[in-house]
């Protein structure tokens, strides 16, 4: 009796996490509501109903999520701002922008700007930015860092 | 008075297949990857809800506080799942648990409702042992 009141439900979340692995997959194309529910065998109201009760937010608002993210791990990477925009799946610059600083508190360009001069300290000065504790622990330490401060 | 913690740190056999499993299957973020010798890199990896707390992926490397023993013993113990590294939690879990094992995550045990809430376990690639939970709100 009990399997057979759980298997619906597990019908159903393959379902959705089918649907939401399509959004991860695809957040760069112009996907609709529609194509994302038909992924997921349901109509579109039931299907935005059913993918909040599960993850908090409705499936476009998970699309901007994850469109986001993407846009943050491309800006680390170095690339510029309106390819970045255009990777991710926005049309319009000015709309990625307000999105990226509501999300992220700064703007693309200063989080561009940001990552480079974290690159640049990479490059020059590694060390700078491992916590001493770990570094130590790895025996990546300048010699002298350490003579004045014994652990 | 300490008021946060900000790192943690965890053993894996291999940072590149680490930095793989944790971000194309778990679905975590790279917060920092700096090279520092051909070994190893000073590398971290977030949630994407919990800014400001890191989990250092760190390869078990011979190093000034491990001899060739001391990392033979502690890559068999990584491999045997010895540490109970950590619980990460989510707001559904059966449908995280869905994805993870759609993803090819290894679960030791299903969701299994307990009085804290609900719970899985899984391994990661290098063998460490996490849960996975969905837990209930506890009011002190």
Redesign the interface.
């Known amino acids: 009796m009990e399997q057979q009141q759980a298997y619906p439900?597990?019908y159903f979340?393959?379902r959705?996490?089918q649907a939401?692995?399509f959004i991860d997959q695809h957040f760069a194309e112009n996907i609709e509501l529609y194509s994302i529910a038909d992924e997921a065998y349901y109509s579109k109201f039931h299907f935005a109903r059913k993918f909040k009760?599960?993850?908090?937010q409705t499936p476009h608002q998970y699309l901007i999520?994850v469109r986001l993210?993407n846009a943050?791990?491309l800006l680390?990477s170095g690339m510029p701002v309106a390819a970045v925009c255009r990777a991710v799946g926005f049309e319009e610059l000015s709309s990625f922008s307000r999105l990226f600083k509501r999300k992220v508190g700064i703007n693309p360009s200063a989080y561009l700007r940001r990552h480079r001069h974290?690159q640049k300290q990479?490059a020059e000065a590694?060390?700078t930015?491992?916590?001493h504790c770990?570094?130590?622990?790895?025996?990546?330490?300048v010699k002298e860092q350490f003579q004045t401060n014994k652990i | 008075m300490i008021t946060r913690m900000t790192h943690m740190n965890i053993y894996v056999l291999d940072q590149d297949s680490a930095l793989d499993f944790y971000t194309n299957k778990l679905g975590l973020k790279v917060i920092i990857d700096v090279p520092m010798n051909k070994d190893a890199r000073w590398l971290t990896v977030g949630t994407p809800e919990q800014p400001g707390f890191e989990i250092n992926l760190t390869p078990v490397h011979e190093s000034v506080l491990h001899s060739k023993d001391t990392v033979e013993t502690l890559r068999d113990l990584v491999k045997k799942g010895t540490f109970g590294v950590g619980i990460f939690t989510c707001s559904d879990i059966m449908a995280t648990y869905e994805e993870l094992k759609a993803k090819g995550v290894e679960f030791i045990k299903p969701p299994t409702k307990e009085f804290y809430g609900t719970e899985a376990l899984f391994k990661d690639d290098s063998g460490n042992w996490f849960s996975l939970a969905q837990l209930v709100p506890v009011t002190v």
Not at chain 1, 53 to 56: A, K, L, N, P
Not at chain 1, 134 to 141: K, P, V
């Open positions: 439900k597990l979340y393959r959705i996490v939401k692995l009760e599960v993850y908090q999520f993210e943050m791990r680390t974290i990479i590694p060390l930015l491992v916590p770990f570094a130590y622990q790895y025996g990546w330490t």
